[in-house]
Structure formats: C-alpha cells, structure tokens
C-alpha cells in the first residue's frame, strides 16, 4: 500500500532513534537516491521533492544543513522519515527528534533527544566539555554549565560520532523544540560544513520558534499536484466516487492528511434519506488538532466574525461589515486583524475580498462554534442578503428550528434556480431541506418527490432515492406526484424491471394528473421525456401514442425541444423542413447552454439527425463536469454522444475509450440500464474494424439485457451490430437476414435503425442476388424524408440507389453524385464504402483504368481507420484490376484477374455459393473458372490451390529480383 506524506496522528510525543545499517561502512554520499515508484513505501507524488532534498546533501561532499517547511499535515514528516530511511540504508547514523509542546519548557529536552543514542561517545571528548554536556543532558550532577561549553561539546560529540561513519541528525517539529535545544541545533546546523555530519529539520511556515532560521537554507514542500491528489485519494479510498470524491480534492487542496481524512469521514454511507454532502465536511480529530485549536486561541469577537465569513462564503467585506453591526459589533474588519496576524485570512488585494489561507481553516471555525452560534449567524445572513435570494433561502432554512411554509417556498424556488445551473446534488439538499420545513404533508411529500426523483434520475442516488420516496409516501399517503411515479419508474429500470410496465405506469400517471398539460409545469415535462426514453428503449411505434396524445394537448404550446424529439425518434424518416428547421434552431444554441439536462435533451435530437458535432463542446463540458463529481446520469448521457459521434466521423479509439469510461460508471454507479448504449458503440466500432468475435460478442450482451425486458429498441441496434460484422466478413445471407429483421425490404420503418441500416441492407441484398428487393429498399428510401434528415444518410441514399441501378453509366452517375456532396469527407468509413462500392462496379463493367482513383481512395481510408476487413476487400480489388498475373514460364499459361481473385478465395475455404456472393456472379460461372484454373495451375482439387499460389508468387518475386 502507498503511503501518504503526512504528519503523525495525535500531539507529537518524545522519542529519539536511531538507525544503523546492519555492517559499518564508510559512505561518501550520506543520502543516497529516493526509494524509486515502484517502492511499496513511496510517498505518492513526492518523488521531485525526495529527489531534491536528497540532491542536497549528496552534492556535498561533506555535511550541510537544510530547513524543510511545509503547512500543517503536508507531509514534513513522511519526507523526514524517507530521507532518514534513506540515509541509514547508505550506512549513516540518523540521530531523530521530535519536538513536543509539552517539553518546550524543559530545558536541553530535545537535545536528551539528539544524544541519548551517543551517550557512549562522550568520553570521545575533553573532561570539561565532556562533564558540561554530562549535566546539561541529565546524565549527571553539578553547577549549571555555560551554554556555548554545551553547544561546543554537542558539536565535538557529533563529529567524532561522524568519523566512524557519516551523521545525520533530524528534528521534526522544530518550533516545539525547547529554547536552549534550539540555540544548540542553530549553533550546530551552522558550524557543520566540511564535517561528515549534516542537519535536516522541519517547521511550518511563519511559526514562533527559539530557532533562528536566518542564513540557512530552506525547502518549501508544497502541496501535492492534482494528479498525485487524485491517485492518493483512490489508493486509500477506492469505494469514493463521484461528488464526494471531488468535495474532498477541492476543499483538501493537495493537503495528503486532508484527503485521508477527509476520505475517511465520507467513506462511511450516510444515514438518512434526504441526506447529501454536508456543506461543511467533517474534521476527524487529527485535523482539529491542527486547526480548531488556532480558531480557539482568538479573541471571541474574531471568532463570531471568522464565523459569519464561513457561513457567508463569499467573503464579501461588505456583508460580514452589516452581518457585524447586526449583531452588536462595531467593526468586522477590526476584529479580524487578529486572524489575519495568525496566518488564518488575509483580504486579496484584486478582489478586496476575505480568503481563508485553507478550506480546513473554514471548516475548523464551524467545527469550533455551537448550534446556537451558528443559528444565530445564519439568522443575521440571512437579514443582510435580500438581494441574494439563494443565499437568503439557505440562511433561514439554517437558522429555522419549526416548520415555516414561507421559508420552505423559498428553498423551492431556489433548489429551481440551483438545477438550472446543472448542481443536481444541491438542488436535492435543497429541496429535503424545503421538505423538513413544509408545515402539510402534502407539501413535505411533493417535496421529497422531486428529489428523489433528481437522485434517481440524475446522480444515481438510487437507496436514497428509494428512502425519499418512502418518507414521501408516508408523509403523503393519498398523494401521487408525476415526480415520484418518474423517480419509481427510474428505480425500476435499474433494478431489471420491463419497459412495458414501466411506459404503462408512466403513461398512465400522466393521464390521470392534475396538471391540467400545462407546458409549465416542470414535472409534467421531465415526466415526457422520461416517457420518450421508454418510447425509444421500447422500439415499438403504439409506445409513442400516450407520448403523441399528452404533446398535443400540452398548453399553450409544447416546448419545441419535446416536439422536434418526438418527431425524429418516433418517425425519423418522415421528419418535414419545418421539423429540421426548428432542429436546427435549437442546437444553434446548444454551446451557450449551461443545464447539463438540457444538453444531454439536445444531444438526443441530435442523435438522430447525425448532427452531434453541434453538441460536441457542450457535452464535453457536461463530461469534464462529471469526472469531477456533477451529476451521474449526464455524465453517461453525454458519453454516449460524445462515443457515436466519434464512430460516425472516424475517431474509433476515441470512440471506444468514451464506451469503456461509460461501462465502468455504469458498473460502479448501479445504472446498469444504460450499459447497452456503451456495448453498442463498442460493437460498432470492432464490426467495422473486422473484429467480429468482438462485435458479436457485444451484440449478445446487448440481448441479453434487452430480450427479457422488452426492449426492442435495444434489439434493433444490435442488430446493427450484427449486420455490419456479417459484412465485413463477406456473410452477405446473414447480413441481409439480420437487417430484414429491423426493416424489411421496400419498407423503411419507423426507427431510427432503419434508416441507419437501409445501405447495409441494399448491399446486403444486390450481393445475394435479391435486386428487387433492394431496388424497392432504395425506392422506399427516396420516398422518406431521410436524405433531408443527414448529409451522411444522403450520402448513403445515393450510394444506395447506385447499388441498385442497372445501367453501369447511371450507376456510375449516382456514385459520384453521392461522393460530390459538400460534407461527404466527414462520415470517412460511410465516404470509403461507396467509393469501394464504385470502385467495384467500374472494374466489373470493365472501366478499370477508371476504377482505381476509388479503390486508392477507400483503401487508404480503411487502413487509417484500422478496418481490415474492408481494407482487404479494397486491396482484392485493387490487385484483380491489375495486369493478368503470370505463370512460370515453363508452363505457359496465364491467370487473368478475375481467374486470381477466385483461386484465392477458393483457396481460403470459400464455397463457390460464398465465392458467388462476393464477386457477384453466380455459382455456375464460378465453377467455371475452376475448372478452367485447376489444370493451368497443374493441380487436381481445390486441396492444391494454396501451394501453387504460393509458388507463382514465389516464381514472381525471383523473377522481379
């Protein structure tokens, strides 16, 4: 286990060690190198520090002194104890000290310290040093010595300890060392260069100390990088996730005792329902020690000021000013000079606002005050804040004791306001709060709805979810709030319940509400599109018809956002101009949106319509927002955007590495309902690559959870999945059967999977032969709105139709009129399949000088893109349109391409139905062509095809040679 660099628990206690290495031996370099990363024992994030202080005595040849600064809790002492270890495993005498309050007034107590372990060489000196430094330690009697007789002895001591091997003497705590010690250790530390004996000591900065620190070298240890803050907390912490996680990095601030203990605190679950991160986090006894004692030592006028400005936040001068006077006193800033003095505050001059010098020093001045204290501090906030509504309602809700409908009202509203702004976590603390307050139990219950249903939906709070709702019930047995049947409806889906059950409960509630469709009413729309999600998981057209009844009777008009929705998931391909062009007018302002719900609304229309990229920003924003703690439902919602995005403009690794971040939330939150999305992003992105095993693999995950559960929606996309690793692999029938399965031929369903499908299955079709079919797919294509829906769906529409056209010239027309398309190059796998697929047909109708440029074109995209499957379909072509291949001479025959191209796929396993699917002929002629190979290759079966390939190409490379 890493250790983490901070100090000792508890007050220091006395004790002095020493260290030896197991044999003497003299050591030039007295501080070797740092324990390496790979060290069990290593300090996470200290490795330059270490490397540093350790450079520091081993570029001297001979002893040095340095001062270690450093905050309470950042580490001093692990760093000391490493460095120590360090030196006495290069074979050094390490003499420790630890100064301690207790023994600040006894003199030469830390000195005992020092030479307790040396106590044997002190007959290595004079009598009279030797009997001063006797006494002066305790080791025996007489007359008080003089002091400068002590320090010469100590300093005589330690240099004929340092000629048996080098001494390195270390005191942690320095300001707690007694007044004479520390004149020694300064009198020493001074007088030490050009001896074998150096001198290491650690303090906190701008502390009273006897040590005079003046001309000595001084390392300041700051606090640790985000990185290491972060690899700390999860190797301690494994099970914090999420906010919590992030509330312990923001207020510890690289502080390594900060993050364990804060960590601990928060690792224990938290009991009730309603509640979420306290906004001040817990200090364990270890950061009291450290910080409430120095809040306690000020004067109580200072205390009640430091008070308010923790409360307060802001640090706003002019608010603790009013806050100050409200409560008696005349001046804040006055009372304050005294913790500014002490190093707790200081006033930033840009902003002319009061600073904490640490969050733990704001979290010590609540932990140091009583209840009263602080109801009566947020009582007087709460007076001086009128013009700040939110800070208003959360002041009072602190200071109120008994239920008071107008303070709950304003908590309400400002919970509203507060998940405007996408904090969903506070949002929810904000509207328990409001709940505690409701003097009706109506009210309590509507209240407590909301949240859990926030926490539901939104954080994955599922157990505190399901306990609000219980406390909801209770509060409101004849109550049913749209918000609590959405927060149970969540609760099921995450818990293996069907979506049918689901969309009927859901449904159901909507129509018996007492709303009245008000368009306002923000439970009635989160209900909808918690309904769309149940639309679009369930795959069935009669799911969208409580949707479509609710949208139409919404007054006075329905949000557009719910509206364009409806339209493209529900019937894709019949969206009109009017519905693409409020489409676009509501993504055009998708990079100003700051509600992460509503940009994850926005990326869903975008979903269907191929137009992430308007999204891209504003879901990476939602993302980064996620990683460190914002709400969990987002964050996966944005990822998958962000992931099918990536796949459809070419970004594959990006693509993959967005699904398995998604999987492993969805996995460690308990939203396992929305782990499919991540397997078929994953499976597209490996069926394009070639990788069927994977494809399939993902595929039957994705059926696995969608089959017992009903959602065909799920099914469909892995059908998708399916059908392009049946491509890539040239197993055209089951290809075209698996797509048949979504939408059969000359019928584009209602899906969105339809019309991402409708390409595969044309070829699919056109290669096994079934050209009708395929021409009445591409007819009931141009019919539909879809190539209005995409530029890359219009992309593949035209490819399609000149799969499908029977005239080589026509067909030829099409396949460029497709690739001519302004933004063709940015869907690059969809772009390299139709000019495969030109490619193809110039060479089958004959054109192949013409052919090439396509074939060079798709080839090059494959191979970037990582697909090898399709990149070695593009290169067969390539190499069938070439000269015919010779033979050895002696036999005096020649294959031409088409006959090379059969040999090879013959000779790869394929069955002549396989070989006939593929090359578009029928399997008579491909018998043909065997016939016709097997005596110039002077083989009799198809057993013999692979060695005498191999020995042309053999022949040919020798020849060219």
């Known amino acids: 286990m890493p250790m983490a660099a901070g100090p000792r628990s508890g007050a220091a206690t006395t004790r002095a060690l020493t260290t030896q290495a197991p044999t003497a031996r003299s050591a030039p370099v007295m501080v070797p190198h740092p324990p390496r990363a790979t060290d069990p024992e290593r300090l996470i994030g200290r490795d330059h520090d270490l490397e540093r202080v350790s450079r520091f005595f081993s570029d001297r040849r001979s002893g040095g002194s340095l001062l270690l600064s450093g905050d309470p809790g950042i580490g001093k002492t692990m760093l000391l104890d490493s460095v120590a270890r360090a030196a006495a495993d290069s074979g050094a005498r390490v003499l420790r000290v630890v100064g301690a309050q207790h023994e600040a007034d006894v003199s030469y107590a830390a000195l005992n310290q020092a030479f307790l372990p040396l106590r044997g060489t002190l007959d290595a000196v004079d009598g009279e040093h030797r009997d001063a ?24 001591v330690l240099q004929a300890a340092a000629s048996e091997r080098p001494v390195l003497l270390v005191v942690d705590d320095l300001p707690w060392v007694d007044r004479v010690s520390a004149a020694a250790f300064g009198f020493i530390a001074r007088r030490i260069s050009g001896t074998p004996v150096s001198f290491l000591a650690a303090m906190r900065p701008g502390s009273d100390s006897f040590f005079e620190t003046s001309g000595l070298p001084t390392y300041q240890l700051l606090p640790l990088d985000a990185q290491s803050a972060t690899s700390l907390v999860d190797s301690h912490s494994p099970g914090l996730r999420g906010q919590a996680r992030q509330r312990v990095l923001e207020t510890a601030q690289g502080n390594p005792l900060a993050l364990l203990e804060l960590a601990d605190a928060l690792q224990t679950d938290r009991n009730s329902a309603s509640q979420a991160l306290p906004a001040v986090l817990p200090l364990s006894g270890r950061l009291q020690s450290l910080f409430v004692s120095r809040v306690r030592a000020l004067p109580r006028g200072t205390q009640a000021v430091l008070l308010l400005a923790a409360l307060d936040g802001t640090g706003d001068l002019g608010v603790l000013q009013a806050a100050a006077r409200a409560m008696g006193a005349s001046s804040a800033l006055k009372d304050l000079a005294s913790a500014e003095r002490e190093r707790l505050v200081h006033v930033d001059r840009g902003t002319r606002r009061l ?119 209770q509060a409101d047995p004849e109550g049913n709030s749209l918000h609590s049947t959405a927060a149970s409806v969540l609760l099921l889906l995450n818990s293996g319940g069907d979506v049918i059950t689901a969309h009927r409960v859901l449904a159901d509630a909507i129509e018996e ?10 439970a009635l729309i989160d209900a909808l599109h918690l309904l769309s999600l149940l639309c679009i998981s369930g795959g069935t057209p009669e799911l969208w018809a409580p949707f479509d009844a609710a949208l139409s009777r919404l007054r006075p ?56 990229a308007a999204v891209r920003a504003a879901s990476w924003r939602v993302v980064r927002q996620g990683r460190t703690g914002g709400p969990l439902r987002r964050h996966l919602a944005a990822l998958l955007h962000l992931a099918l995005d990536a796949y459809h403009t070419g970004r594959w690794t990006e693509a993959e590495e967005l699904s398995d971040e998604g999987l492993e939330l969805c996995e460690e939150s308990g939203y396992g309902f929305f782990s499919w999305y991540f ?36 099914v469909q996309c892995a059908q998708r999945v399916r059908v392009l690793a049946h491509l890539a692999s040239g197993e055209f029938e089951e290809s075209v059967r698996h797509a048949s399965a ?143 291949t010779p033979i050895a001479a002696e036999w005096g025959v020649h294959l031409t391409p088409r006959e090379r191209e059969i040999a090879e796929l013959a000779a790869s396993g394929m069955t002549n139905k396989q070989i006939a699917e593929r090359l578009f002929l029928s399997h008579r002629t491909v018998g043909a062509h065997l016939y016709q190979i097997f005596p110039k290759l002077n083989i009799m079966s198809r057993g013999g095809l692979r060695d005498a390939l191999s020995a042309l190409d053999a022949y040919n490379e020798d020849k060219a040679s």
């Open 513 to 522: 509400g007492t709303h009245g469709y008000d368009a306002g009413d923000s």
């Open 679 to 714: 397997h078929y992003c994953k499976g597209l992105v490996s069926a394009s690559r070639g990788d069927a095993d994977t494809a399939h693999a993902c595929a039957d995950r994705m059926l696995d959870q969608a089959s017992p559960r009903g959602l065909q929606g799920v």
């Open 355 to 473: 600073v904490f010098r640490h969050p733990l020093i704001r979290s010590a001045v609540i932990h140091s005050s009583t209840s009263d204290e602080r109801r009566t501090s947020h009582g007087v906030l709460a007076q001086v804040s009128v013009d700040r509504p939110e800070s208003r309602a959360w002041h009072l809700g602190e200071a109120t004791l008994e239920p008071d409908e107008d303070v709950a009202t304003l908590l309400e509203d400002a919970a509203r306001r507060i998940l405007d702004r996408g904090d969903a976590e506070a949002a929810i603390s904000t509207l328990a709060r409001a709940a505690d307050l409701s003097p009706l139990g109506a009210d309590r219950g509507r209240r407590l709805a909301e949240a859990a249903y926030l926490g539901a939906e939104a954080t994955g709070a599922f157990r505190s979810a399901s306990q609000m709702l219980e406390v909801a019930r």
């Open 742 to 884: 979504v939408s059969p031929a000359g019928k584009l369903a209602n899906s969105q999977v339809a019309c991402w499908l409708f390409f595969d299955f044309v070829e699919s079709a056109v290669r096994t032969h079934r050209t009708a079919e395929a021409a009445a797919h591409v007819r009931a294509v141009r019919a539909s709105s879809v190539e209005a829906l995409s530029p890359r769906l219009a992309l593949l529409a035209a490819g399609a139709a000149a799969l499908t056209a029977e005239d080589d010239t026509e067909a030829v027309r099409l396949f460029e009129q497709a690739l001519s398309l302004p933004s063709a190059a940015a869907w690059p796998f969809d772009q390299a399949r139709v000019q495969l697929a030109m490619g193809e047909r110039l060479r089958r109708s004959g054109a192949t000088s013409r052919c090439e440029e396509p074939l060079q074109a798709a080839l090059r995209t494959f191979r970037r893109l990582g697909s090898r499957a399709w990149a070695r379909r593009a290169a067969k072509e390539l190499r069938a349109a070439t000269s015919p």
């Open 133 to 156: 430094l006797r006494v002066a330690l305790g080791f025996g009697g007489g007359r008080p010595p003089e002091r400068l007789v002590v320090f010469n002895a100590a300093l005589a």
């Open 557 to 612: 008009e329905p949000p557009a956002l719910l509206s364009v929705l409806g339209q493209l998931h529900a019937d894709p391909a019949g969206a009109g101009p009017a519905t693409l062009t409020q489409l676009d007018r509501i993504l055009d302002d998708a990079a100003l949106e700051g509600d992460p719900a509503q940009i994850v609304r926005m990326g869903t229309i975008a979903v269907a319509s191929d137009r992430l």
